[in-house]
């Protein structure tokens, strides 16, 4: 990395004495800037103890704080502040060192030992609960989202929270597996904070909605309406139930799902699973996060490590895999959890599934995959997948001529890039290539906007069979009670 | 100093604001005459979303799980005028996004409006109110001693809204909330006060 010039080292000590040493993790003097801001706010809003009163003071309260005592927690602040620069300017990531992270509209706790949650993954879930919520599309009367490695939990709570800023006209049911403990917890007491403000999200806000713990759930609808399920499972996405289980390991996610008495059906399968290979973790993988952020979250076991019918899907789902495409999932070691995760969402049927990847090369791999899984459509992603002329079609009234490919405005980049294609898969968006996104069948086509072949008949047809042919009703146990029997014969459950 | 009257407010008004879609289409009513008859301004201008250039500052690199970035800061370039705004206040990008967006109307309105442009107006409007609540402030004192006249109660009744320390909350809710109405109730209000 280059060394900062000493003038931008004087203009920062200028500024604050404290700014020069933010300057090497932040690179960027008005950025050091907002981070010194911000970590004084958090040290400013921390409520700290004034010292204890010594014993003979007088009997009667006094409202103010001795001047004293103010000038202590003022130097007590102070040290707290010259130490949480010490440990950014080490490389400690902010957000540890503040305890929250924004992700689209929601602030998220976070801690170490669970990775923090990108900015860049909340706009492409944001944009995807933005498809699905649209008035046009006919939802089930419960909506299940499967997140697997799910750290936080950001991503089906953000996935709640845009979905019910519209639809409140169905329940919404979320379930966030992980393999880590301290993930976990943190997860769930994210779940705390949103259930005790219901004004801090969207998932909590009327009366109607609840969530419930894991273990005591409720099966069905009651006639009260739409309502929030929200559950967190320990599981073990690349174990599989026809080793020997070992003690006191998260068991394989059927299994577990099975165990828990979670629904075996999906709508949506979400993933942001690790995905950086051995190599890559070493060459290009950020110092702070190397050194702080778990690795479990960011690179995946060795192949050897897992059970072949896991790493290739053979056995379980699929049955045969054409040569050609074991090269391509062997090829990089940073691929191994995707053909877990499709061959999961191939089991619980799901419609849509959206997987994060890191570059455009990851991209075509994973891509390649869903066919072998009955995916039927597929997409790539980039950073801001709303930012293309058609997600924004010009408003007719908008009384300026369209100019802007003509731009080069230093600083600023070129805002839109429509749609382009890599080996005939459509890329869709600004920024970094970030995800893949599959889909099966009319619904899941519907679902995500794309026009179907016989797409008036569906939506048309789907009014209509509402709610007869929901997949409440399909699936529900009192009236498919041999249905669901069978199925879960089927997969070995 | 921080020229953004927005980052001193709490979140809660943000989320308000969050709600509303990025182009704004709200009409303003209002009267520079004290008479009763308001004459509507034109539409407020629509930003078109394609008109606008937007960058995430330091967004830019290889991003996801490779590195961890803090920058929430989001630049808007509106083409057609070329006005750039910036905002980097909050963690919080969207919000940052949103508050950017509002900024930007309201530069492209004192563009084209100038002096009838809605911060033109406020900013006088706030001046103004200023200098009456300052006058309030001394009738205040003066019924204090007993001096209280019909008409002075009256006016006491609507300094309850003007106070000092309010008086950008206010401001920010009406122009969030229902601007054209607030401003209009306002500015008539402004107006039955006599010049000090
Ligand atoms: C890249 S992080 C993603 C966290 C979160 N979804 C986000 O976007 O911020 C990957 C997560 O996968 C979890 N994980 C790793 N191996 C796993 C496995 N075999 N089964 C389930 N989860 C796993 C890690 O604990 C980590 O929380």
Request: glycine share 8%; charged share 30%; proline share 5%.
């Given at each position: 990395m280059p060394r900062i010039a000493n003038s931008i080292v004087r203009r920062a000590y200028a500024q604050d004495p404290l700014l020069p040493a933010l300057l090497g993790v932040c690179r960027d003097l008005s950025l050091?800037?907002?981070?010194?801001?911000?970590?004084?706010?958090?040290?400013?809003?921390?409520p700290l103890a004034p010292a204890p009163r010594p014993l003979n003071t007088s009997t009667r309260r006094k409202k103010r704080i001795p001047n004293n005592d103010k000038h202590r927690l003022r130097k007590i602040k102070e040290a707290k502040l010259r130490d949480l620069v010490k440990q950014r300017s080490r490389g400690t990531p902010l957000q540890y060192l503040l305890g929250t992270e924004f992700f689209g509209e929601l602030e998220l706790k976070c801690g170490r030992g669970v990775l923090v949650p990108r900015q860049d993954t909340a706009s492409t879930i944001a944009?995807?609960?933005?498809?699905?919520?649209?008035?046009?599309?006919?939802?089930?009367?419960?909506?299940?989202?499967?997140?697997?490695?799910?750290?936080?939990?950001?991503?089906?709570?953000?996935?709640?929270?845009?979905?019910?800023?519209?639809?409140?006209?169905?329940?919404?049911?979320?379930?966030?597996?992980?393999?880590s403990t301290d993930a976990l917890t943190l997860a769930t007491k994210n779940l705390r904070r949103f259930q005790r403000k219901p004004s801090s999200s969207n998932l909590f806000n009327t009366s109607t909605t609840e969530a419930k713990d894991d273990g005591e759930r409720e099966d069905g609808h009651n006639a009260k309406g739409a309502k929030v399920l929200a559950n967190f499972m320990w599981a073990d996405i690349l174990n599989s139930p026809f080793e020997p289980q070992?003690?006191?390991?998260?068991?394989?996610?059927?299994?577990?799902?099975?165990?828990?008495?979670?629904?075996?059906?999906?709508?949506?399968?979400?993933?942001?699973?690790?995905?950086?290979?051995?190599?890559?973790?070493?060459?290009?993988?950020?110092?702070?996060?190397?050194?702080f952020e778990p690795r479990l979250a960011l690179v995946p076991p060795h192949p050897s490590t897992i059970p072949s019918s896991i790493s290739t899907g053979v056995g379980s789902y699929t049955t045969s895999w054409p040569e050609k495409t074991i090269d391509t999932i062997t090829q990089d070691a940073g691929d191994t959890f995707y053909v877990p995760i499709l061959n999961i969402a191939a089991q619980v049927e799901a419609k849509v599934v959206l997987v994060e990847v890191a570059d455009v090369e990851q991209a075509v791999r994973v891509a390649r995959l869903g066919e072998n899984f009955g995916f039927e459509g597929v997409e790539i992603w980039r950073d801001r997948p709303d930012d293309t002329d058609e997600a924004f079609p010009s408003s007719p009234s908008s009384p300026y001529p369209k100019q802007h490919s003509q731009d080069s405005s230093p600083g600023i980049t070129k805002k839109r890039e429509t749609k382009e294609s890599k080996n005939d898969i459509p890329i869709v968006g600004a920024?970094?290539?970030?995800?893949?996104?599959?889909?099966?069948?009319?619904?899941?086509?519907?679902?995500?906007?794309?026009?179907?072949?016989?797409?008036?008949?569906?939506?048309?047809?789907?009014?209509?069979?509402?709610?007869?042919?929901?997949?409440?009703?399909?699936?529900?146990?009192?009236?498919?009670a041999d249905a669901l029997l069978l199925a879960s014969k089927w997969k070995g459950l | 100093m921080n020229t953004n009257p927005l980052s001193r407010l709490p979140l809660r008004i943000f989320n308000d604001a969050a709600r509303r879609p990025p182009t704004y289409t709200w009409r303003a009513t209002f009267s520079t005459t004290p008479s009763v008859s308001a004459k509507p301004l034109p539409p407020r201008r629509v930003i078109d979303d394609a008109d606008i250039i937007e960058n995430f500052l330091k967004g830019s690199g290889p991003g996801g799980q490779k590195i961890?970035?803090?920058?929430?800061?989001?630049?808007?370039?509106?083409?057609?005028?070329?006005?750039?705004?910036?905002?980097?206040?909050?963690?919080?990008?969207?919000?940052?996004?949103?508050?950017?967006?509002?900024?930007?109307?309201?530069?492209?309105?004192?563009?084209?409006?100038?002096?009838?442009s809605r911060t033109a107006i406020k900013a006088k409007q706030k001046s103004k109110k200023k200098a009456s609540a300052d006058k309030k402030k001394r009738r205040k004192y003066r019924a204090?001693?007993?001096?209280?006249?019909?008409?002075?109660?009256?006016?006491?009744?609507?300094?309850?809204?003007?106070?000092?320390?309010?008086?950008?909350?206010?401001?920010?809710?009406?122009?969030?909330?229902?601007?054209?109405?607030?401003?209009?109730?306002?500015?008539?209000?402004?107006?039955?006060?006599?010049?000090?």
């Open positions: 050091a800037a907002n981070e010194l801001r911000w970590l004084r706010e958090h040290v400013d809003e921390l944009h995807l609960a933005r498809l699905i919520r649209d008035p046009r599309n006919t939802l089930p009367n419960e909506l299940r989202v499967l997140d697997l490695c799910t750290g936080t939990g950001c991503i089906p709570f953000l996935f709640g929270h845009e979905l019910r800023e519209t639809r409140h006209d169905i329940s919404y049911r979320m379930l966030g597996v992980d393999v070992i003690e006191n390991t998260p068991l394989p996610l059927m299994s577990a799902m099975n165990l828990a008495r979670h629904p075996p059906f999906w709508d949506i399968v979400i993933s942001n699973p690790p995905y950086i290979s051995p190599d890559a973790y070493r060459k290009t993988t950020a110092r702070s996060v190397r050194g920024g970094n290539v970030r995800c893949v996104v599959f889909w099966r069948g009319n619904t899941g086509a519907a679902w995500l906007g794309k026009e179907t072949q016989n797409d008036s008949i569906l939506r048309s047809e789907s009014h209509a069979m509402q709610p007869s042919m929901s997949r409440t009703d399909k699936f529900d146990g009192r009236y498919h | 961890n970035k803090t920058s929430s800061a989001v630049q808007l370039k509106h083409i057609p005028t070329g006005i750039v705004v910036k905002c980097q206040d909050t963690r919080s990008r969207t919000q940052n996004r949103k508050t950017a967006r509002k900024l930007l109307g309201e530069r492209i309105e004192e563009l084209e409006l100038g002096e009838q204090l001693q007993g001096e209280k006249t019909a008409e002075e109660e009256e006016e006491g009744e609507e300094g309850e809204e003007v106070g000092v320390d309010e008086r950008d909350n206010g401001q920010i809710d009406a122009r969030l909330a229902e601007p054209g109405e607030e401003a209009a109730k306002s500015i008539d209000g402004e107006n039955r006060t006599k010049p000090v």
